[in-house]
């Protein structure tokens, strides 16, 4: 049973930066192909950033190119991501996800999701 857990989420300022964090059981983050999405109230979620961890660059949206970041650290089977320059528009409750294997569309796995708050 693959299970997802992200954490790393708050209050933050326009400008300044927070790192999400998503532990993966069940399943070897080297193994897997992830993302992590975002959702605001009334819209549906949105792709943020995703990665083939067995190989492959990262995707971004992008909105989010050149100011967010997804990385992992297999030793601790976790995934990360960082967001720098944050704007207000990044406000969102962000989930991370995986796939059932490599080669599936959908994302099968998701996390019960963190929430992301910029103020102005």
């Known amino acids: 049973q693959v299970q997802l857990v992200e954490s790393g989420g708050g209050l933050v300022q326009v400008g300044g930066s927070l790192r999400l964090s998503c532990a993966v059981s069940g399943r070897t983050l080297s193994s897997s192909a992830m993302g992590w999405f975002r959702q605001t109230p009334g819209k549906g979620r949105e792709f943020v950033a995703a990665?083939?961890?067995?190989?492959?660059?990262?995707s971004y949206a992008d909105s989010v190119k050149g100011r967010f970041t997804i990385s992992g650290d297999s030793a601790r089977n976790t995934m990360y991501l960082q967001m720098n320059s944050l704007k207000p528009g990044d406000t969102a409750v962000y989930y991370c996800?995986?796939?059932?294997?490599?080669?599936?569309?959908?994302?099968?796995?998701w996390g019960q999701g963190t929430q992301v708050t910029v103020s102005s």
């Open positions: 990665r083939n961890w067995r190989g492959g660059w990262p």
């Open positions: 996800a995986a796939k059932d294997s490599i080669t599936a569309r959908e994302y099968a796995y």
